[in-house]
């Protein structure tokens, strides 16, 4: 990349910068360790002890920049680190190193609303866009359009723990939905509930990205991922092998899981390798501001 390309790029206005972030978590584990008893006796035996605890790699230090008006989708297995990922840009969770920047509070939809079970679902809503920083007179404004989202008719005056999960699911979307953030972050939030309100929550997430600065959405969708990314990000095992236009990615990431499901791992190994050999690494340099922007190294 020439000096002058550089320069148009770190004019470019970055709704996220992922900088060198890296996560582990600590958990409790029941594998026996050298000497212990073998058998249902060493279980017993270690489900009474001090547990072990080990350390499980979620994600490799990896550095991402998301562009005003990209729709940046992530694909990869179970266990890839997708929602680790969405965890660390929402800042549900801090990674171990580097740093998360963000040009406002993006907001995870359906998760981040603190809702109480023991009340009803209309107290709820009113909960949960206090919550997220509504006014009075905001809440006043959306709450039948979120009512009506929700799909919950009468249901909304019970209270939520008498709610399927996914009636619960619903009003959770229907009221993070309310507000237009300028930087969305979506997990999985399009398979919740029925045919029918997957419908209307598609509407409203469309009209959401169209106002939104950036969105991130994690899918095992691949067609919903093509339909609706600009720029996909394909994860694996903690790493990031690809990223780029929704349809190669998806193509690579395929390809690969045809292979495994084959029992081809040679051939899946080879498609991961060649994906992470052609992926363009995102350097992340800190302006005099100190405000960060990215160029391909
Ligand atoms: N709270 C947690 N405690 C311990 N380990 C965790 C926790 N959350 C995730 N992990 C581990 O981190 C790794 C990445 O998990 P993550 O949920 O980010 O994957 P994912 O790509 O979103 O998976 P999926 O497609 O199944 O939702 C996995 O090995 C998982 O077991």
Known sequence: MDAHSELEFLEEDPC???DEVSMTYRVASSEA????RAGVRGLLRRATARPNMVTVNALNPISLVAMRGES?????RNGSGKSTLMKLISGQVKPDQGGVYASSTPIMLGVNAALVPELPGDHNVVLGCLAMGLTHEQIQDRYESIVEL???EKAIHLPMRSYSSGMSSRLRFA???????EILLIDEALNTGDAQFADRSRKRMDELRAN???VFLVSHSLDTVIEMCSRVIWMDKGDLLMDGEPRAVVKAYKDFTRQLSKGNNISAAKIRNEAMKSLVPTQIIERS??????RAS
């Open 72 to 76: 940046v989708g992530i694909v990869g």
């Open 33 to 36: 360790s050298p000497g212990d």
């Open 175 to 181: 009221i993070a939905a309310s507000i237009d953030p």
């Open 16 to 18: 996220v910068v992922i």
């Open 150 to 152: 929700s799909g919950l």
């Open 212 to 214: 939104a600065g950036c």
């Open 289 to 294: 501001t100190g405000r960060r922007s990215a």
